[in-house]
């Protein structure tokens, strides 16, 4: 079942529901905002005081960050790109059968995005609904000159406690610590007891969420650089549409294209950001 929503106040989404699980997708941004498997809790982390408003940014799901992760260049323009608040239009949507729910977003340049940055593309997310979340991120150059991307499929997972949580999977990988942009490497698993916000690098396999009753597993393809964030008790207080106390019940793990793994994507060519979470 794939269903059109809209909100009084004009915010459009839809709604997909088949005999594995159940999400919703807002246009703008080509923003998942839920996704529970049957009889499961949702996966993924939403902030009970996010904003459904046109031109902002959900707090929560996985947001698209697009064509840059973190800030421009000179920090003049919005943090993480301009994809995650414009509007993408629905290109299709495919019941593949009674377990698996497909749906194409496209987002291209337009006078406003050309005013932003300067190249003409395609940018395209195919969602899958199944027992697994599946994301693909195209990018097509449609223009005459090569262009340089960095992005993250930037999903909030859901947590117990971020005080009961591992990660595991990035034991012996380089990271950028981005709150002392010092290079480190990683000695065994994550867990938390302070704000962590970190670029891993040469990152191959699976990473593994383990959480008190259940395991999430995240698989990226075209990606070597994984973000990893939980604002903690200071940040926290001071970040739009979150409670103070939300960092105890979220953490992102973000399948990237980041800093050294930035993509040189050259005319008529496309590049592919794959990420699979079950
Ligand atoms: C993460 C960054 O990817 O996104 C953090 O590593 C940042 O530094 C976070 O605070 C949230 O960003 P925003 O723009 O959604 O508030």
């Not at 930037?154 to 990271?175: E, M, R």
């Not at 008190?212 to 075209?222: A, D, F, I, Q, S």
């Amino acid at each position: 079942m794939i269903v059109h929503k809209k909100l009084p106040n004009g915010f459009v989404y839809i709604e997909i529901k088949n005999s594995s699980a159940e999400a919703k997708i807002a246009l703008q941004g080509a923003h998942i905002f839920h996704y529970k498997r049957e009889g499961k809790e949702p996966i993924l982390w939403l902030s009970e005081v996010s904003d459904f408003e046109v031109g902002k940014a959900i707090r929560g799901g996985v947001p698209v960050c697009w064509p840059w992760f973190g800030f421009n260049e000179n920090k003049t323009l919005p943090q993480h790109g301009f994809a995650r608040t414009a509007l993408w239009k629905f290109v299709g949507g495919d019941e593949v059968d009674e377990k698996t729910t497909s749906i194409t977003l496209r987002l291209t340049h337009s006078d406003e995005t050309l005013k932003m940055w300067c190249y003409k593309f395609e940018l395209e997310l195919k969602i899958t609904i199944s027992d697994r979340l599946s994301m693909e991120l195209k990018t097509t150059n449609l223009d005459r000159e090569s262009f340089t991307i960095t992005q993250a499929l930037h999903t909030y997972f859901a947590v117990s406690h971020i005080s009961d949580v591992a990660i595991k999977g990035l034991d012996k990988k380089p990271y950028l610590d981005a709150l002392t942009w010092k290079n480190e490497v990683q000695k065994g698993d994550i867990s938390f007891n302070q704000e962590v916000d970190r670029v891993y690098q040469e990152v191959d396999g699976e990473i593994l969420l383990i959480d008190k009753n259940r395991t999430v597993h995240l698989k990226n393809e075209g990606s070597s650089s994984v973000v990893v964030w939980n604002p903690w008790i200071e940040k926290c207080s001071r970040m739009s549409a979150m409670k103070p106390t939300a960092y105890e019940s979220m953490l992102c793990i973000e399948s990237a294209n980041a800093f050294d793994d930035f993509k040189v994507i050259k005319p008529n060519e496309s590049h592919t950001l794959r990420a699979a979470v079950y």
